[in-house]
């Protein structure tokens, strides 16, 4: 896309509002990639493939861990932002974000 090497603020506004495409998602395979955000069109629920650096609570050693997403519900118009490697949902539809 044009804007992917603008670095002008308003080129860089337009990458973190998805200026960079995306891809519209249904059913449940894997999407690989580098994705900011998951948008909800509609209620949506992630699936265990589901991986970012969204963290969880820390275990007894303070060591936090990647929190699982599996079964979490986005409600429509949601955006869910994170630093997402692999999106998968078991039901709805959604736009992931290129980062």
Known sequence: MAYSSDNSPQGLLLQSMGG???????????YTGNFFGIQALEDTTLYSGTL???EGKADNAGAYKPASLSG???????VLFGDFTQVQISSGKAVIYNN
């Open 72 to 78: 979490a519900l986005l409600p429509q118009g949601m």
């Open 52 to 54: 970012g650096n969204i």
């Open 20 to 30: 960079k495409g995306g891809s519209y998602i249904t059913g449940t395979g894997w």
